[in-house]
């Protein structure tokens, strides 16, 4: 017996449905990983193409669906973009355009301009400006440096000198010619002392720069202590028994006479009655007539008023100097004169 029942037919569905499905899922058609939509501003070639090619078939689709017969199918609802504002809505080939228009952009995209420029910090900009003028100022003073050490601008045309007395100035700017036409940063002390070596007069110098071209000498001579005599001659030596020149009148220089010198009591004691001289001080060297030494124990100086000193050894000698100025300003007693000052004990003089 024949069924009565009719066969009911169900229309196939349509391959680009499918292609739809997994786009819209974000999942390839044969089941695959997620499909990665990348974002730039040059199009690929055929890529406008195959997307109107796919919007085509996906309105066919949406067609053959509205037209078959049965349940009417489900269209997947539109996503809703944000409109871009500014240059990125306008151009079609920005990341934001490009982005809009498939859906997603790509984070891992390598184009140069999807690289952000941030600015300098304020700190690191202010420490390399400070570095680059530091850099520059050093140069420019180390050019200067230079400059003035080895330019002829700054060589020295005169010599000027102050403190003489024993010698003369010309003698002095005579000794310093060799440094005339020298730079004056490379005139040095030491220089100016082994040309002036021969001097013995002069025990220590200082020299100044004058730019341009004037050498400042500041000599500090010798201080002659006492008069030596050898035959007619009186030569004047200082504390070290330096020769600093001679005279052959004794009373046109107030300075104790040494008997003998140091060629006749001997270098010792001649040493001693130096140091003894070299301690008195001006007023009381001037009223000095003479000095002798028996010993370095026993150093006596003659007065010009005939009165005698008895100093003792060179132990003390600015306490004894102090003392023995003190005892020459006590006014003389015509009642008891006093013929002799014994400092030889600076803490209990005697007078007698």
Known sequence: MASTRRPTYRPAK???????AAREADVKPDGGKPAVITASKVVPEGTAQNGTAQNGTAQNGRTQKSQSKGKPQDTPAKASWPRLKGPAAS???TKAADGASAGTASPASTSPDNVLAFPEPRGR??????????CVT????????VAAIYSPVLAVQSVSVTGTKLLKPAQVQAALKPLLGTPLPQVSDSQVDSLLKPLVQIKSVKTQAHPPSVLVV??????????????????????DGVRLGTTADPASVKLPVIDGGAGTIGKELFQATAEVLGALPANVLAKLSNASAKSVDAVELKLLD???????NAGEKELKARVL????????????????????VPRHPVTR
């Open 306 to 312: 005939g009165q005698t000193v008895i100093w003792g």
């Open 325 to 344: 100025e003190a005892l020459l300003k006590v006014p003389a007693d015509p009642a008891n004169p006093v013929n002799t000052y014994d400092v030889s």
């Open 14 to 20: 349509p391959a680009t449905r499918d292609a739809d």
């Open 91 to 93: 151009k079609p080939g």
């Open 125 to 134: 900009r202010i420490r390399r400006n400070v570095i680059v003028a530091a």
């Open 218 to 239: 500041q000599v500090q001579e010798r201080v002659p202590v006492a008069l030596v005599k050898r035959g007619k001659e009186y030569m004047l030596v200082d504390v």
């Open 138 to 145: 050093a140069a420019i003073v180390a050019g200067l440096i």
